[in-house]
């Protein structure tokens, strides 16, 4: 009932930047919390940034600074702008949502997720 798609992955040189965008859509009541997170080969998933419904943020430490999370309440959308790129940042990054839906309770939601790759 929920869809979470995400775009604006890609390769880029160490230095480069990016910015991904996740539409969230559906029988949507209410978001209470979108974020990112990113998943390495042979590693655990862990969190990025993510924003709540009042503009709350937070990021991990390894990206701070670097990266800036916002969001367009209108669209049901929420932005990764990622700068100063590094190739330890490579990752598959997935889009998560903290969504009520007028059906179904407060639930968490991804997208299907999308490739960044960072070169040396």
């Known amino acids: 009932q929920v869809q979470l798609v995400e775009s604006g992955g890609g390769l880029v040189q160490a230095g480069g930047s990016l910015r991904l965008s996740c539409a969230a859509s559906g029988s949507i009541f209410a978001i209470y919390a979108m974020g990112w997170y990113r998943q390495a080969p042979g590693k655990q998933r862990d969190l990025v940034a993510r924003?709540?419904?009042?503009?709350?943020?937070n990021y991990a430490d390894s990206v701070k600074g670097r990266f800036t999370i916002s969001r367009d309440n209108a669209k049901n959308t929420v932005y990764l702008q990622m700068n100063s790129l590094r190739p330890e940042d490579t990752a598959v990054y997935y889009c998560n949502g903290d969504i009520s839906t007028y059906d179904i309770a407060r639930s968490d939601y991804w997208g299907q997720g999308t490739q960044v790759t960072v070169s040396s």
């Open positions: 924003i709540t419904i009042r503009g709350s943020t």
